[in-house]
């Protein structure tokens, strides 16, 4: 949201950092949980704008997503994995 600056600087570069070493940044599922929540009840983003915002993120070659089903299962909602969506 860049609503920190400096953390936003900061992460921007830590990510350049890791795309530079072709290092991968693996993100549990429970932080993009996380951070879906927090843009719609926080920050008061429509799930379009949020889906999209983390997409961008999922393109990137450094971002990596893990899953885990069990924090899925909270949502109470339908949920896919990257494999199941593509096959």
Do not use: G
């Not at 429509?46 to 069990?70: G, P």
């Amino acid at each position: 949201m860049r609503d920190d600056e400096e953390q936003y600087r900061d992460t921007l570069h830590a990510l350049m950092i890791l795309e530079q070493r072709h290092e991968p940044c693996y993100v549990p599922d429970v932080v993009w949980i996380e951070a879906c929540w927090v843009l719609q009840k926080i920050y008061k983003l429509d799930k379009r704008s949020i889906s999209k915002a983390l997409m961008n993120l999922l393109h990137t070659e450094v971002i990596v997503l893990t899953w885990n089903a069990k924090d899925f299962d909270k949502l109470k909602c339908k949920w896919l994995t990257p494999p199941k969506i593509i096959s």
